[in-house]
């Protein structure tokens, strides 16, 4: 099982950009699918990103499309999600997830199998 750290949120004005990270331990990140996720006060969480283990392909929430950049540094075992342009319907705990992936097909599970603990980003208007 992977271990997820995030960081790198905080408190931010509308219009500014954060950099949040992921730090992958116990296992190389390059087995996996990387999803980052956000849960708003009162509403579910949602997929905001995601990129296949090799970083060839992406995913973004209609939401974030560009605006936010999700990449991935296997070498570091970090991924990272870059956010531009931040709203305050931005503000929420963000989370880093794990999708194991078979490499020679490159599919990976339905549903993440580790999370980080969450980083809370907060856009004030």
């Known amino acids: 099982q992977v271990q997820l750290v995030e960081s790198g949120g905080g408190l931010v004005q509308a219009g500014g950009s954060l950099r949040l990270s992921c730090a992958a331990s116990?296992?190389?990140?390059?087995?996996?699918?990387m999803g980052w996720f956000r849960q708003a006060p009162g509403k579910e969480r949602e997929v905001v990103a995601r990129i296949n283990w090799i970083g060839t392909s992406t995913y973004y929430a209609d939401s974030v499309k560009g605006r936010f950049t999700i990449s991935r540094d296997n070498a570091k075992n970090t991924v990272y999600l870059q956010m531009n342009s931040l709203k305050p319907e931005d503000t929420a705990v963000y989370y880093c997830a794990a999708y194991p992936t078979d490499p020679d097909s490159g599919i990976y599970t339905r549903t993440p199998r580790s999370w980080g603990q969450g980083t809370q980003v907060t856009v004030s208007s």
């Open positions: 116990g296992r190389t990140l390059s087995s996996y699918t």
